[in-house]
C-alpha cells in the first residue's frame, strides 16, 4: 500500500482511540454523577453526547473512503472492519451512558434513597471491563481482550441479581415503585455497555488473529461433542 494509505491508517487509529477515551470518560461521569445525585454532572453527560455522534460519523465515512479507494485486503481489511463495528460499539456506549445520566440526573432531585450495594460493584466492574477491552485495543492485546469475554457472564448474573432485589423490596415498599424501577432501567444500561465493551474486545480478538470470537467459541464447543 502507499505512504499516502498508511498515514489515512494513522489518523483513523488516533481516532478511534481518541474516541475510545472520551466515551470511556462519559461513562465514569455517568456513574458518579449517579452516586454523588449530581445533576449538573449528569446534565454534562448528556450534552457531551452530541460529540461523540459528530466523531462517529465522521471516523465512519473516513473508514468508507478508505474502503472506496484503496480497495485493502487482508489485515489491512480486517482492520477497517474492525474499526467500523467498533466505532460504532463506542456510539452506543456513549448512548447508555446519557441514559444512565438522565436517570441520574433525576435522583439528583428526589429525597435520597441508598443505591443497592450491588448496583456500585456493578458499575466498578463495568467500569473495569470497559477499560480492559478499550486497553486491549490500544495495544492489540488478545489476551485482555479475552479476559474481557469471560468477564461478561459475571455482569450478567448482577443484572439478575439486581432485577432480584427490586422485585423483593416493591413488594415491601411499593410507594417506591417508580425510583427502585430505575434501578433496573440502569442495571440494563450498564449490562448493555458490557455486552458493548465485549463487542469490541471481540473485534480486538479479530482484528489481530482473523477469527470470529463468538463462532470460535462455538466451534471449540463443537469440537469437544466430538470426542
Do not use: W
Given at each position: ?31 458518579k454523577?449517579?452516586i ?47 474499526i ?8 452506543r ?44 485495543l490500544?495495544n ?10 469471560k ?22 415498599h411499593p410507594?417506591?415503585f ?20 465485549t ?25 469437544d461433542?466430538?470426542?
Open positions: 500500500m502507499t505512504i499516502h494509505f498508511v498515514r489515512e491508517i494513522d489518523k483513523i487509529k488516533t481516532r478511534i482511540l481518541s474516541l475510545s477515551a472520551y466515551v470511556e470518560e462519559s461513562v465514569t461521569m455517568a456513574v454523577a449517579l454523588t445525585r449530581d445533576g449538573n454532572l449528569a446534565r454534562e453527560v448528556i450534552q457531551r453526547d452530541f460529540k461523540i455522534d459528530e466523531a462517529e460519523v465522521e471516523l465512519e465515512e473516513e473508514c468508507l473512503k478508505l474502503l472506496a479507494l484503496y480497495q485493502p485486503v487482508a489485515h489491512d481489511l480486517r482492520f477497517i472492519i474492525a467500523l463495528k467498533i466505532n460504532n460499539d463506542l456510539e456506549i456513549g448512548d447508555q451512558a446519557v441514559n444512565i445520566a438522565y436517570r441520574a440526573e433525576v435522583f439528583s432531585r428526589r429525597e435520597k434513597i441508598e443505591i443497592p450495594d450491588i448496583m456500585l460493584t456493578m458499575a466498578e466492574k463495568t467500569k473495569s471491563m470497559l477499560r480492559l477491552g478499550l486497553d486491549a490500544i492489540l492485546d488478545v489476551k485482555r481482550a479475552n479476559d474481557v469475554c468477564s461478561d457472564d459475571v455482569i450478567d448474573n448482577m443484572h439478575h441479581d439486581i432485577y432480584s432485589l427490586v422485585k423483593n423490596e416493591v413488594t415491601k410507594e417506591h417508580s425510583t427502585l424501577f430505575k434501578f433496573t432501567e440502569i442495571s440494563h444500561q450498564l449490562e448493555r455497555i458490557a455486552d458493548l465493551a463487542n469490541i474486545a471481540e473485534e480486538v480478538i479479530y482484528m489481530v488473529e482473523g477469527q470470529i470470537a463468538r463462532h470460535r467459541g462455538k466451534a471449540m464447543e463443537s469440537k461433542k466430538d470426542f
